[in-house]
């Protein structure tokens, strides 16, 4: 009988620590990748057993430095997961071998449990269930296949309308309650998998953000038991319901009472439907609705490493950034910073297409205007916050020297590109710290300094591209003369174009990019 748990969904802020936990460490096998169904520019990565089945799967939602949730009323709050009972001690070993946060074994229910800690802090609950009988767990190294975590045991709910979310559970998803302790109720579905409904009553309220559990998703055994559930959901008036094809399954979202997102999704056509399970896991799937350029997508997305693959891992410094590494990269190093309103993300298909094979650099502006990011705040259209400007290019020069150390950047060979507000940073960044960008692509800069330093910047080498109806274009011409009379070598290309960049400045970029690199 189809019942129970499909999948847990959760958000991480740092996707190759979680990749490292739930693969590394717990020894769980990746099985799907793909950008988000709501977000192209979401990772979403899929964990599970040998083939991905239904009721083994945990997915994250990766909010690359993203703000932290908070746990509370109307949320899941703890992902169970079974092992054999005389596997305890050898998890206990493994935790303590790997530095991870844990407490117990102690008994919950009759059954041994022992509590660890991902990296975003959500709770994970190892227990030992008698009479597993498991078709295929995932072996991997350091961990045999008696050893290995073997399903999803359960989640937890915090609810201030417990038995009204008890109700609720029970009458449209087939879970039953078996017990009670301590102010949790457990319910229990035909497959044993269980739901154990927490009294939060008093307790403060969720709020979505990573390190937290975005929805529990229940077992359907078709879509025509999804639609019937639909039907009788609306019958009972029981709030907003939405049916999604997810490729992978197909299900319908629901709040219950007490505010938890449930999920009722089906079991085929499985994580076998796109790849072979011998390989399964290893290629990207970009959802065919967002109608986008599958490498612009991957190049949006974070990138990761599996246990004893290559890495680079990204350093902790003055600006959140993201690193892109190429498949065959040449040794040239292209740093992107976004204009008013992007990310860390905005360039990154740009800087793709500019140099194919360099190593992408790309930041995040710590300044914030009207809540977009900014690299610095602006007072009018023109006038511009000088001190920030100048704490803001110290910074930058900081994380320069840095990221050159961390990753081992060739100064010579690295090239920085800045759009708008971004272009006016690294125009300031140079004038105010000569010698620390030797090349440089300004698309739509203009001065903002109101006192410039004198500054030799013998050797540096600029590309200016202007577009002609651009507002801001006829700002322009001052850093294009600050920057030469302090001896840069500076190119103004002007295309008819107005602020917005396109085909043309990528094409010049690409074209002073290949001079850099030789």
């Known amino acids: 009988m189809t019942s129970g748990i499909h999948h847990i969904t959760a958000i991480t802020r740092k996707i190759q620590a979680n990749v490292d936990f739930y693969v590394g460490f717990l020894g769980?096998?990746?099985?799907?990748?793909?950008?988000?169904?709501?977000?192209?520019?979401q990772l979403h990565l899929f964990y599970g057993d040998a083939t991905g089945a239904p009721g083994t799967l945990l997915t994250f939602l990766a909010w690359e430095d993203g703000s932290p949730g908070r746990v509370g009323i109307g949320q899941s709050a703890e992902i169970a997961l079974s092992i054999r009972p005389e596997a305890i001690g050898f998890w206990l070993t493994r935790a303590l071998t790997f530095n991870i946060q844990m407490s117990g074994p102690a008994p919950e229910f009759g059954e041994p449990v022992l509590r660890l800690k991902d990296p975003d802090g959500i709770i994970v609950k190892l227990v030992g269930e008698a009479d597993l009988?498991?078709?295929?767990?995932?072996?991997?190294?350091?961990?045999?296949?008696?050893d290995a975590i073997q399903r999803i045991r359960g989640a937890t709910i915090f609810s201030d309308q417990r038995q009204a979310t008890a109700d609720f559970i029970a009458r449209h998803f087939g879970f039953?309650?078996?017990?009670?302790?301590?102010?949790?109720r457990r319910l229990a579905s035909a497959a044993a998998d269980v739901l154990?409904?927490?009294?939060?009553?008093?307790?403060?309220?969720s709020a979505p953000?990573?390190?937290?559990?975005?929805?529990?998703?229940?077992?359907?055994?078709?879509?025509?038991?999804?639609?019937?559930?639909?039907?009788?959901?609306?019958?009972?008036?029981?709030?907003?319901?939405?049916m999604h094809d997810r490729t992978y399954f197909y299900s319908l979202y629901v709040r219950e009472p007490g505010g938890t997102l449930l999920e009722y999704a089906t079991d085929a056509p499985g994580m076998l439907v796109d790849e072979p399970a011998e390989t399964l896991g290893t290629k990207l799937f970009v959802p065919k609705h967002f109608n986008a350029d599958p490498d612009d997508v991957r190049a949006r997305l974070p990138q990761f490493s599996l246990p004893g693959e290559e890495r680079m891992t990204e350093r902790d410094l003055p600006f959140v950034h993201r690193v892109h590494r190429p498949k065959n990269a040449d040794g040239t190093v292209l740093v992107l910073l976004h204009g008013t309103g992007g990310n860390e993300t905005s360039l990154?298909?740009?800087?793709?297409?500019?140099?194919p094979n360099a190593t992408l650099v790309s930041l995040r502006g710590r300044s914030n205007d009207e809540g977009y990011p900014r690299f610095f705040r602006r007072i009018t259209a023109t006038t511009f916050d000088q001190k920030e400007i100048v704490s803001e290019a110290a910074a930058l020069a900081s994380f320069i020297e840095e990221a050159s150390m961390a990753y081992g950047l060739d100064p010579e060979k690295t090239v920085f590109l800045g759009y708008s507000n971004g272009a006016n940073m690294l125009g300031a960044t140079m004038l105010l710290h000569p010698g620390v960008i030797r090349n440089a692509v300004l698309l739509r800069a203009m001065n903002v300094l109101e006192d410039v330093p004198k500054s030799d910047l013998a050797g540096t080498k600029v590309l200016m591209v202007t577009g002609q109806s651009d507002p801001y274009g006829p700002y322009a011409?001052?850093?294009?003369?600050?920057?030469?009379?302090a001896g840069a070598s500076v190119e103004n290309r002007v295309l008819p174009a107005?602020?917005?960049?396109?085909?043309?400045?990528?094409?010049?970029?690409?074209?002073?990019?290949?001079?850099v690199a030789g």
């Open 28 to 41: 769980l096998r990746l099985v799907k990748r793909t950008a988000g169904f709501e977000d192209s520019d």
């Open 133 to 146: 009988a498991v078709a295929n767990p995932w072996p991997s190294k350091g961990i045999s296949a008696s």
């Open 176 to 184: 039953r309650t078996v017990g009670e302790a301590e102010g949790i």
């Open 196 to 205: 154990d409904i927490r009294d939060a009553g008093g307790f403060w309220t």
């Open 209 to 242: 953000g990573t390190g937290t559990i975005d929805h529990i998703a229940l077992r359907a055994p078709d879509r025509t038991a999804v639609e019937q559930i639909e039907a009788s959901l609306k019958a009972e008036k029981a709030g907003d319901t939405n």
């Open 348 to 355: 990154l298909p740009l800087g793709a297409r500019v140099a």
């Open 477 to 485: 011409a001052d850093i294009e003369t600050y920057l030469a009379r």
């Open 498 to 515: 107005g602020h917005d960049i396109g085909m043309a400045d990528m094409e010049l970029a690409h074209q002073f990019t290949q001079k």
